[in-house]
């Protein structure tokens, strides 16, 4: 590593871009791609087993690979990939070098060594607990070591990422206030250390109940703290999102916030107040009282809700004005219309924000009230809600971005700009018809993390309304579409990273 | 650029049409802040409100001798329970099955004590679709009044292992 402190110039952005940084997001967000990959494979598997008419795998396979396609998605690829944009938005947009970069190879080593782990714990049917191992249900121990070691390498990144921005605040490498992209993803290493601290709490002493040195561990108190991370990585997930969605907005059609005050204050709400929202998981539970569900329900969670609406109006009005700038003023729409749709990043972009708002944000903001949560508390629909946050929202806002990341860090051309842009809209319209069949399947009362909605081996005989199975079906027929959307983004990437002509040192070409 | 440090002094007021956005948004979630509030005293339908710890092996002896009191018949190997009028109704949540099978009357209030004596279940009563987390060591309390006759299902929403998918319970309004 004796290059580590080379550096070169970003022919693009004129951004100081230093090799160790570089290289770690290499490797992170490489690692992303590897897991999305398992993790796409089993969302196949598990879509096309609730399918009645396919019903692919059998029962104990599927709740293998259920927890498998949770585990990879939710935690590692979208940590993995955000853990690379803590050091792009650090190291990069500040023109810094990486603060200790072995400590984040090091860090890097933990979380692979944790996924692995886990990856095995579950495929070897040792951990079919789902993604929330809900205690007094017992995994192996090394599963829970597993979960910790990662949860430590991603606590270390977070770390590394205040580092550099101390770094670079006493080597003077900008001048001012951080990058709005910056600030944005400062919110989410903060709220990503409180989540962290969450995942501790709970999954140490759940170990230590494992491996048989605590006899009794209260199963409501569990679901309580996990969900201080279960629920709040996702929030980690919405401030990292919205950060791309800015990053993305100047990417593709260079626009420029309209007011910084405001879209900072957002992140700001964000931190103080999306943390309190977790607790919406435990309003059908039978131990908080009503007035902490009353408090919990309503301005905890309506003042997060508020930043999410300022961004709703921000993120548009940012593309609006740089498009206006650039002469597209026929009309109220000629700036949407003469938007680059044909590159990935903007439908990227718009269709983040459409399918995180509208299919997201409003069944979540709904589903948390306290009588609304007993319709929907662990049906179908529940799972609905978060495949239009963290799949449509933030998966999607992750995959446009990946395809600008390729040139301008990795120094790749990007193989396929076609087969990328047509991801992006295969992907978003697979996802909305999944949303959908999960939501009107899941109103209608079709369980979540079921093996058979025809209840086949049921002692008691009972089967639902057609609607459910129609409603089921539409929803496979989008999670096979999503998943066609998610291998071609596999391919676009890793046939890029590797194979893609290696751009010159001054060549100024994004895609 | 939002990739790039703004100008010296950011902290600039805001545009008109900004502020009106952000004071319609800050209403709305201040109504939606009042109607939670709203909806829990003034609506008649919210989840449990007594919050009860018991541990496993008390709530098995309590259900059993429920039981034991009210049994009416046997469906597939599963006691079928008649409770009196307004009496507290035991249902107990294990793997993988709910038990008993209830046979209430339309318009009686029932105080349902629900518990589970293992895993964490969760319970969904179709086709009306009402669901609770059932946890093991707390009992989930709801005054029901059942306001419809027929047959409901009790169907298992939260993963119980192999078995989950078998687990259907039954209520038998008359």
Redesign the interface.
């Known amino acids: 590593m004796s290059n580590e402190l080379d550096v070169r110039t970003c022919p693009i952005t004129g951004k100081k871009v230093f090799k160790n940084a570089q290289n770690l997001i290499w490797i992170n967000a490489v690692t992303a791609v590897v897991f999305i990959l398992i993790g796409g494979i089993m969302a196949f598997t598990v879509a096309m087993t609730r399918w009645p008419a396919v019903h692919l795998l059998s029962a104990d396979m599927f709740y293998r690979f259920l927890t498998a396609h949770g585990f990879n998605m939710l935690i590692f690829w979208i940590v993995f990939f955000e853990i690379a944009g803590l050091y792009f938005g650090s190291a990069v947009l500040l023109n810094s070098r990486l603060a200790a970069p072995r400590l984040a190879w090091f860090a890097y080593i933990l979380m692979l060594v944790g996924a692995i782990i886990v990856d095995i714990m579950i495929f070897t049917g040792k951990a079919t607990v789902m993604f929330t191992s809900y205690v007094p249900l017992k995994a192996d121990p090394l599963y829970y070591v597993g979960v910790i070691l990662f949860a430590v390498g991603a606590l270390i990144g977070c770390a590394i990422f205040f580092g550099t921005l101390a770094v670079a605040k006493a080597e003077k490498t900008y001048e001012g206030s951080v990058p709005l992209v910056t600030f944005g993803l400062s919110a989410a290493a903060i709220i990503a250390v409180w989540t962290l601290a969450c995942g501790a709490i709970i999954y140490i002493p759940t170990f230590l109940w494992s491996i048989g040195l605590i006899q009794n561990l209260d199963a409501a108190m569990y679901r309580l703290i996990f969900w201080g991370l279960g629920h709040a990585s996702q929030q980690i997930n919405v401030t990292a999102m919205v950060s791309v969605w800015y990053l993305l907005a100047t990417l593709t059609v260079g626009a420029k916030p309209v007011n910084e005050k405001i879209c900072r204050s957002a992140f700001v709400l964000y931190i103080l107040f999306i943390n309190l929202a977790p607790e919406h998981h435990l309003l059908t539970d039978p131990t908080l009282s009503p007035w902490h569900k009353m408090v919990n329900t309503s301005y905890m969670m309506y003042l997060a809700v508020l930043a999410s609406m300022i961004h709703a109006l921000a993120i548009p009005m940012t593309a609006e004005v740089a498009q206006r700038k650039k002469g597209y003023t026929k009309g109220m729409f000629e700036w949407l219309t003469k938007a680059p749709w044909n590159e990935p990043g903007f439908p990227a972009m718009i269709f983040s924000l459409i399918l995180f708002g509208f299919i997201g944000g409003i069944t979540g903001v709904t589903y948390g009230t306290e009588q609304l949560s007993i319709k929907s508390h662990n049906t179908w629909a529940l799972t609905g809600h978060y495949h239009g946050t963290v799949v449509g929202g933030t998966t999607l806002a992750f995959m446009g971005l990946t395809y600008y990341v390729i040139p301008l860090i990795f120094r790749r051309n990007l193989i396929g700009k076609k087969w990328a842009t047509a991801q992006v809209y295969i992907y978003a319209i697979g996802i909305t018809l999944l949303t959908i069949g999960m939501g009107g399947a899941g109103t209608l009362g079709s369980p979540r993390r079921h093996w058979d909605v025809t209840f086949a081996d049921a002692i008691i005989p009972f089967s639902f309304d057609p609607t459910v199975i129609l409603f089921t079906t539409i929803a496979a027929i989008g999670g096979l579409i999503a998943v066609t959307g998610g291998a071609i983004y596999v391919g676009v990437s890793v046939l890029s990273v590797f194979f893609g002509r290696k751009l010159a040192p001054n060549e100024a070409k994004l895609l | ?8 002094y ?3 007021p ?2 008109l049409q ?1 502020k009106i ?2 004071t319609i ?2 209403l709305w ?2 109504v ?3 109607m ?2 709203g ?2 005293f003034f ?1 008649t ?5 007594e ?2 710890k018991i541990t496993p092996e008390n709530y098995r002896t309590v259900s059993e001798a429920f039981i034991a009191k009210y049994k009416v018949g046997e ?4 006691p079928i329970v008649a409770p009196p009028d307004g009496a507290d109704v035991y249902l107990r949540a294990q793997m993988w ?1 709910w038990t008993p ?1 209830l046979k209430l009357k339309k318009g009686v209030n029932y105080k349902f004590h629900i ?1 589970s004596v ?3 279940h ?1 319970f ?1 009563l ?2 009306i ?5 059932i ?7 709801l005054n029901m009044t059942p306001t419809s006759t027929g047959t409901f ?1 009790i ?8 078995g ?7 209520i038998i309004v008359i």
């Open positions: 650029m939002s990739i790039m440090s703004p100008e010296k950011w902290w600039k805001a545009d900004e956005w952000i948004a800050m979630c201040l939606l802040t009042i939670m509030f909806w829990h609506g339908q919210n989840p449990s409100i919050p009860l469906e597939a190997g599963i099955n099978i518990s293992d895993l964490m969760g969904s179709m086709p679709v009402m669901n609770f987390q946890v093991p060591g707390h009992d989930n309390i299902h169907l298992c929403n939260e993963f119980c292992g192999i989950h998918h078998t687990m259907i319970g039954k």
